[in-house]
């Protein structure tokens, strides 16, 4: 079953990406939005990601502050007796830094719309 290990993020990189044999590295921070009383706070947790294969070379690609959307799985690995987790990707989205959001396709009111 492979989906229970299964993670979506969205957040931009941190720096450039460090590129190795066949695998790139990189930082991804991903905010997240509370709210103290009446006033909101954000926070961004920083994520260590590892491509592999073809999507190394796409991510080879990025640049610090661009923006991304992944799909990937949690794995860990020990190092001086410390745990740490990293996302391993298996799909990799690059957002365009356009801030307009994509047109939707509206009906003209004087044609039927097919609701099914």
Known sequence: MSDI???????RLTKNPEEQTNCT??????NTHFKIG???KCR???VFCKAWGF????????SKGQMVALLG????YVKDKQTH???NIRRL???PLSKSPPEEEVPDPGEEADLF
Not at 5 to 11: D, E, F, P
Not at 73 to 76: A, G, H, K, L, P
């Open 85 to 87: 987790l990293f996302i």
């Open 38 to 40: 009446s006033e909101w």
């Open 73 to 76: 799985t949690v794995e860990s």
């Open 55 to 62: 999507l190394a070379k796409k991510a080879a690609k990025l």
């Open 25 to 30: 590295f990189f930082t991804l921070a991903v």
């Open 44 to 46: 961004a947790t920083y």
């Open 93 to 95: 989205t690059i957002i």
């Open 5 to 11: 290990n299964s993670v979506t993020l969205t957040g």
